[in-house]
């Protein structure tokens, strides 16, 4: 996918979303930055409590309260944007999102043409009929069959694929210059994932636009994204090319993450990272993967997460340096 | 399956000292309104399970995949009796599941256990972890209460739990460590069967590899037969050296795993390969993967996956396509892809890895 | 740029903060209605217990007197101190709003939790049983069972719990029915538990939570009913203290004697609110604790 590199269309720098909790203030997301240019596809990839989300929701207006935007900022243009209402006002034009579960973000109690028709006419101040007709036509091109008779169709029932359809035909209505995607296609069969994810790229392919992809699994990001960051307890930890990445990875969590994903006929043992996701109230000082890492060090302690992350591709300072041996990674279900 | 020609018991695995063995499940849902009842229709039939067979050798650990409405789960339950079937037989180590009542079925049910897939809702919130999985033992007089604890550590350590959390509630737990809970709750009955239902679907993805490990190693130790019902192609070849493909109701396919996936001889087979992500450089969407179809599955006349396939003929609309036996064990439901040969067949199977045969 | 997050203050306990002198002390709202509870019973008590107050003493010479240091509530037409007669009457009437509610709760959860697993026939008619309960006006069932038991508590006691039981079963299988397909309990049935150990250790625990919130207000609506009945001359019988009676011998002198009826329905008041307050506080830990949430 070739993506004419001028320059980044959006720029995110040292973003920190925190959350209150009872044993005190937790950072979902911890100094985390990234450029948008156009007609990229960038993979966000991490486990629960990565930051992953948090991320592309502080990009788009709606991060769950109580947590909210501690740090960072947001340049759209060149230009600076404000958290708060100015960065909410990009939604529609500029920045548009399809979420994992179609169920929950479709109104239920509207039809599909009613919700479209909404949209088209809020952003766009189309007229009744301009925006019918649009309607029929944005389902026609997210691959729904006879559009005209699905527009009086409830959310329910649809199939859960054409349902994501349905969101995929809300978030492009705006003709966004960024879509940011959440899990779109976890709760779906494979066979209806591949037809969605073939149909977002080809959607990018058509209008150019970017987008941001979140996922758990790095099999997807191999096949639709061009770019990868890999996040753990809200730190970027990698980033690159996904072919660098998911070919060659260099971090001790990336390396753990790829080997422990089982593939189709590559037959010998899963490699898995021991012990358990982390526990974000209660960070160790440095590294937040040294507790989990087979090649931790005592200096592993003192490395300081915020610079590494925010200057290097890959935030360990001993895998950059080739002090991480070469050695398979240990396979065995771990004590916890 | 009931191959034709065979009796209905049979079933095309090899080995015949079978732990499991289900013959002509079948679960029709009717779902009749109102309206239905009182104009006498007939209403909306969905077919969970159709005529289906399948045999689980002792000792061995058979995958059993598809997607959504495949009804795999719905085999699943019906094994344990969760579902009652319509009709068709679920002889466990010789004897008919479905004919127990009573203390049989209670003594029986304990000899095959499920592990759900929602690691945060198969464990009662109300109970703590070594309350949960003594109860088991203590129930079935597996064990006396003095010694209850003892039996609990050693579960606790088989399954790679530190003893420290006997006390906890499941809410502290994470999600692998809940999973491993269930694991040892289900061992605590001194199973021969273990199901597992999606059990590594909803954990992270390092935290998968870690439970798959541990439920190869059970198996293998304590001399388990495994059930592993999944849509994760990836991971039912790492476990399970046989396969079945169900799809509407129905098994279309049946082998050992690794011919299966290298040399698939059904059209669905073939499509659930080529729908894996990650298989290569090639662009998602360009892999003949049928589109998909918003139908509700009913009784069909053919081939219940016709509608999508790229290589439909003829008969395939006409007539349900009957078993056809390949040797080596295998048997499919297709009319069309056995027939090709092997090297037509993996030129359809899209794979930037090299050739499919190595490794 | 950073913000505050300011947690929006809690109306309830903000006025509770104010009555416990401003300070800034925590006083929690439960805490302050258990303390109420608790000086109210063990006042009781000991009125009871060590013959402060009998029931039956009057004193002619000093009748329909207003408030004052020795009576804090005057006294009544026949002499005797409102006040201690009110206290008196704390212990009868919450152990006939407490007991009734629990014995209600406990039959209900029982008939609601079995009808709820099973479902079926034996559901639908369970259900419509408890459907005739409901729709007789309460009082004219448990007047009926005071007719036949004859006035008195053998009367109440029944007639409460019968019509305290429907409410609880419906709660009870519409928490069951919830609860019926969640995974633990398939696991517990594919475990081989019985049916019994079900219900009982793995179902209950959650059917509590969802009816001990009603219980309280069953708790509090029940000493109101008593104190209805009493009023009507259907509970309680004189001479012994009773709140609704004490309301309804004042009845007569509200204009004149106005201490009679309305400090002790002042009092009830507050007992009220005191035991909503403190089993809010009861109700939340306990969910947690048996649930996990």
Redesign the interface.
Known sequence: MSAVRVSPFLTLSDLSVAFPTATGRVLAANCISLEIYPGQALGLVGESGSGKSVTLRALCGLVPAPGQVVGGTLAVDGRNVAWGREQRALRGRTISMVFQDATASLTPVRSVGAQLREVLRETTGLSRAAARTEAIALLDRVGISSARKRLAAYPHELSGGMRQRVMLALAIATRPRLLLADEPTTSLDVTTQERILALIKDLQAETGMAMIFVTHDVAVVEDICDDVMVLYAGYVVERGKVSDVTKQPRHPYTRGLVSAVPRLYTPGPLAAIPGQPPDMAALPPGCPFAPRCQWARPECLAVNMRREAATQDCACPFARTGAVPEAPLAVEAMTE | MSPAGHTATDSPSPNSDAMLRISGVTKVYTKRTLFDRVGRRGGVRIVALDDVSLSVPRGGAVGLVG??GSGKTTLARTI?R?VEPDSGAVVFDGVDLLSLKGAAL??A??R???I?Q?PY???????TVGGAIA??AL??GLVEARSARGRVHELM?Q????EK?EDR???DL????RQ?V?IA??LA?EPELLIADEAVSAL???????????LA?LTSELHLTLLFVS?????V??ICEWVAVMYRGRIVEEGPTREV??TPRHAYTL?????????GSQ?????G????V?TQPGGTQGCPFADRCDFRVGECTETMPPVMLLGEGRATRCVVLPKLSAREVQARLV?D?GD?LR? | MTSQTVALPDPRQALVNRLAGGRRQRVSAPRLGAGILAVVIVASLTVRVCGIVTPGAVDLTHTLEPPSIHHLFGTDDLGRDVFGRTIYAATLDLWLGVSTTVGAMALGLVIGALVGYRGGVLDSCVMRLMDIILAFPFIVFVMAFITIYGPGLTGIYIGFIITGIPVFARLARAAMLGVREQEFILAAETLGFSRGRIIWRHALPHLLSATVVYALANIVLNIIYVAALSYLGLGVQPPTPEWGATIAEGQQYLLTAWWISTLPGLFFVVVCIAIYLAGEGLADPLSRRTLGQ
């Not at chain 2, 399954?159 to 530190?162: A, D, Q, R, T």
């Not at chain 2, 849509?231 to 991971?235: F, G």
């Not at chain 2, 662009?283 to 892999?287: E, H, I, K, L, S």
């Not at chain 2, 993967?289 to 998909?292: E, S």
């Open positions: 997607e959504s344990v969760l209670a003594a049910r304990r095959v256990q499920l759900y929602d809702s198969s464990l009662n919130p109300a109970l109860e088991p129930v079935h350590s399954v790679g739990l530190s959390l509630r499941p809410r994470s999600g692998g460590q491993r269930a709750r289900a009955a992270d993805v390092s935290i998968q590899a870690q439970v798959l490990a541990l190693r849509h994760q192609l990836a991971t070849e790492h996936f290298r499509a659930l390969l080529n729908a894996h992500p990650g298989r662009p998602a969407g360009r892999r993967a049928p589109a998909a918003d794979w890895g499919v490794g």
